[in-house]
């Protein structure tokens, strides 16, 4: 039996370099075309900050009970944050998207801040802050009930 070397005939079997690059360039520019749009998928909506401000609050709410002090949910319309008057618990708004709150009056409210406080006996000031996104009519609102404390989520005029 003898072997035989292979020999291959000059076709053009397979792809070329600059074949290659060219649909690496093509992946490439769709890749950056699409990316932008799934940018804003991945960023936190107005929901998201929302339910992140209602955890706040009701963390802020048991505080009150638990120790038998007033505390505070102090919101801060220009820093976009709502953060509680103890520990470092602070949830930030987006540049993306827009914040704006209704509080009772006291001596420690400003047009740009405010607070909600929460009292011992399971009743708060009341108020609400809504969350909204800048393009888009979605909009969230938190409602702290004053006579109750109690924290709710509405979301484009329905109750969730």
Known sequence: MLLRPIQFKNSEAGFTLIEILVVLVI??????????????????????????????AQLVRLKALQSGNRHDLIIDTDARTVRADFGSHVVRISEKLRMSAS?????????NQGSIGF?????????????RAMNTAKDVTVRI??????VSLIGNGHAD
């Open 27 to 56: 992946i490439g520019a769709a890749f950056a075309i699409t990316m932008p749009r799934f940018a804003n998928w991945m960023e936190p909506g107005p929901e998201s900050k929302a339910r992140d401000i209602v955890q706040l």
């Open 103 to 111: 509080v009772g009056r006291d001596d420690r409210t400003t047009t």
């Open 119 to 131: 009292s011992p006996d399971g009743g708060s000031t009341g108020g609400f802050i809504r969350v």
């Open 145 to 150: 009930n004053w006579l109750t404390g109690a």
